[in-house]
Structures are given as structure tokens and as C-alpha cells.
């Protein structure tokens, strides 16, 4: 009776031996899969996160980019930096910006990456053709997941050396199709995502948003052009006799000072206020009166200090407009001479704001290559000899140099 006793024991030890070490399999089992399952989750928001991060990142880059460069003509820059940006979301090494063409029924190439030069330099796209053309008249991205099995693909061979799938996503800014955005990727194992598409869809509409406002911004800054060399050439025709000069010679006026400018490495949205300061610095003779200006022969003391009021003259028309702000200093200080001896204030060297030496320099070679009343003019390089010796002391040295180097290599030549 005691040994069978023993023996079920022993059995039911056994037995429950067994099933404690099936338990802890299975729950090691069971642990190991919840750890897979949370470590895969933990990758996958990793993933995600990372993803954000660049986004976020691409974001900012393009509104430093679209800030730092309002008012040049960036454009081409801008789709080039909105492409590699969407190639490197997408984590994709080719693609393509096209923008509407013509009467805007049609699409042309002007960004691409990784695309033959034939095909991006000659390929025109109508709308509904093509997948780009497509999500232009559609309005929503197309997605090719692989171009072997999409019937618009068929007997393209050629394609599948550099392209298995591709995504193409508009541009829209208010419903308007501004552009549409094409990414490609040559991976058989590549695959758009709903998260990719979502965020190439936000940056793509975002990019488009980003050069509509570069295009009003720099549409507003040609109205401002216009405004400024009309102005211009009004003063020019009240200053001058029936041998005046014609607009013509404000173009070339507005070339000296870009490209002066631009030889001292000024930002581009200060360029633009040099030119306008160049054409503007005579504004304030308009408080100057018409016999004065029309003279003929040698000024009076007292009419020489009235001409020396227009700087002033000029300060208090022009500060009330608030585009023409940034040119104030410039036009008042224009007078100014290198040594101290210029007028209003006597300042002297890099005192005088740089704009105002640049307008100094080219007020100076423009007066003496014009035709006046009491004198024929002096050739281009008469005045710059003058300049040259002006050098030091009526002119910044560094601004004659640059202005020399512009003239010498003939990029200001009407």
C-alpha cells in the first residue's frame, strides 16, 4: 500500500515536473514574441520619428531659403533645393518638377535629378498625359507601384533599367495646380507608404506655397521698379534741357550699381536697394528751384547751398514710403566724401554707409559721361581716370576698384 502510495507521488511529481517546464517554454516563447512585437513597434516609431525629423528639418530649410532670398531670381534654385529635398524624404535618387507650359495645358521639365539630359530637356507633358500629366488635371498624386505590371507602361523597356516605381503628387496652392512633383525609384523592393505619401503630399503642397510667395514677392518688387524708374525719369526730364538724357541711360545706370554691388559681395536684396538709390539720389531737387537747376553757368554761393539741401530734401520725401526705407541712408550720406570733406554731416571713410560710396561713384562716371549744356562729354575712360584719382579722398578706394573691374570687363556696356 506504501509502495503504490509512493509511486503515484512519484508519478504526479513527474507529471507536474513536466508541465512546469511546457509552462515556462511557452511563456518564454510568449515573452519573446511580445518583446519581437514591442522592439518591432519601437523600430517602426523610430522610423517615424526620424521621418518627422527630416521633414521638420526640410521645412525649415526651405523657409530660411525662401527668406534669406526674397526679391533675387531664385526660382530654378528653389525647385532644385524642393526636388532633392522630396528625393531624400523619400529616401529615392531620381526625380522631376514640372511646371504648367504654354496657355498652362501642357507640362515642362524645368528641375530634375538622375533623368537622361534628352528626356528632361525635351519632354512636354499635356495635361492628363502621362502620370504626371495626369495628377495635374486630377489634382491628386498617382502612384505607379511597379511599372511591369501598369499598363501605361507597357513595351517600355527601356524604362525598367532606371525606374520600377514612381509617385507623382501636384503642387497646389488654393486649388491651383502650380506645379507637380515626381519621384522615381529604380529598387524592385522600393514601396510608397500611405505615411510616405502623406508626407511628400504636405511637403509638396508646402514647396508650392513657398514659390507662389517667391513669384508675388517678386512681382511686387518689378511694380516697385517700374515705380522707381518712372519716377526717375521724370526727374531726369525736369532736370535736364531738350538734350537730356533718355531712360536708356537709367538702365545702364542700374547695371553699374548691380554689378558694382554684386563685385562687393553685397546680399542680393541689398542690390536692389543700391539700384533704386542710384536712380533716386536726385529726388530731393525737386525742392530745388527750376533756375537753379537749369543754370547754365557757374552756381552762387548761396545757390551752391541750396543744391547741398537736396540730400536732406530727398530724406524727408522718401522716408514716408516704407519700400523705399532701406535707400534713405544711402541717398543722404551720397554726398559725402571719403576724406571728411562732403556734406551734410562730414562723415568721413567707412562712417559713410557702403550704399552711399557705390552711389557717390556712380553719380560722379554718369556726370561725367553725359552730355551737358556748358560741356561735351568725357569717354569711359576719361572718367575713370578722374575716378581714379578721386581714389582716397573724394571716393572709396574699394568701391573704385570694383567699379574699374565691372567697367574693364564690359558687363556694364549698354
Not at 545706370?253 to 539720389?281: D, F, G, N, S, W
Amino acid at each position: 500500500m506504501i509502495h503504490a502510495l509512493w509511486i503515484t507521488l512519484l508519478v504526479l511529481l513527474v507529471a507536474s515536473w513536466v508541465l512546469f517546464i511546457r509552462y515556462r517554454r511557452a511563456l518564454s516563447r510568449r515573452e519573446t514574441l511580445n518583446f519581437k512585437k514591442i522592439e518591432d513597434a519601437r523600430r517602426g516609431l523610430a522610423e517615424q520619428v526620424s521621418g518627422l525629423d527630416v521633414f521638420v528639418d526640410l521645412l525649415a530649410g526651405l523657409h530660411e531659403f525662401v527668406s534669406d532670398n526674397a526679391g533675387a531670381d531664385v526660382r530654378p534654385a528653389l525647385c532644385k533645393m524642393v526636388l532633392d529635398a522630396a528625393c531624400l524624404l523619400m529616401k529615392c535618387p531620381a526625380g522631376s518638377i514640372m511646371v504648367p507650359a504654354g496657355d498652362g495645358d501642357a507640362l515642362d521639365i524645368v528641375s530634375h535629378k538622375g533623368l537622361p539630359r534628352d528626356i528632361a530637356s525635351t519632354l512636354r507633358l499635356a495635361r492628363g498625359q502621362g502620370v504626371a500629366g495626369r495628377a495635374a488635371e486630377s489634382g491628386k498624386l498617382v502612384v505607379v507601384d511597379d511599372i511591369r505590371t501598369d499598363a501605361r507602361f507597357v513595351g517600355r523597356k527601356d524604362l525598367e533599367v532606371r525606374l520600377r516605381s514612381l509617385v507623382s503628387v501636384p503642387m497646389k496652392v488654393r486649388q491651383k495646380i502650380v506645379g507637380v512633383l515626381n519621384v522615381d525609384s529604380p529598387d524592385p523592393h522600393h514601396a510608397f507608404g500611405e505615411r510616405d505619401l502623406r508626407l511628400l503630399s504636405a511637403f509638396a503642397n508646402l514647396a508650392a506655397l513657398a514659390m507662389e510667395n517667391l513669384d508675388l514677392y517678386n512681382n511686387l518688387q518689378l511694380y516697385y521698379q517700374e515705380m522707381v524708374q518712372t519716377l526717375a525719369d521724370t526727374l531726369e526730364y525736369r532736370e535736364s534741357d531738350a538734350k537730356g538724357r533718355a531712360p536708356a541711360d537709367h538702365i545702364n545706370i542700374r547695371r553699374l550699381a548691380r554689378e558694382t554691388a554684386q563685385e562687393l559681395k553685397l546680399p542680393e536684396a541689398i542690390v536692389k536697394y543700391v539700384e533704386y538709390a542710384c536712380l533716386m539720389h536726385g529726388i530731393g531737387k525737386i525742392g530745388i528751384g527750376e533756375a537753379i537747376l537749369r543754370k547754365p553757368g557757374k552756381l552762387t554761393a548761396d545757390e551752391y547751398e541750396q543744391i547741398k539741401k537736396h540730400p536732406e530734401i530727398a530724406q524727408q520725401m522718401i522716408s514716408k514710403v516704407q519700400f523705399l526705407s532701406p535707400i534713405v541712408p544711402m541717398i543722404l550720406y551720397h554726398q559725402e566724401r571719403w576724406d571728411g570733406s562732403g556734406y551734410p554731416a562730414g562723415l568721413k571713410g567707412e562712417e559713410i554707409p557702403l550704399g552711399s560710396r557705390i552711389v557717390a561713384v556712380i553719380n560722379a562716371f554718369d556726370a561725367m559721361v553725359s552730355e551737358r549744356p556748358y560741356r561735351k562729354p568725357l569717354t569711359e575712360m576719361e572718367a575713370i581716370a578722374e575716378l581714379t584719382r578721386g581714389s582716397g579722398t573724394q571716393f572709396d578706394p574699394k568701391v573704385v576698384a570694383a567699379f574699374v573691374k565691372v567697367v574693364g570687363r564690359g558687363k556694364a556696356a549698354p
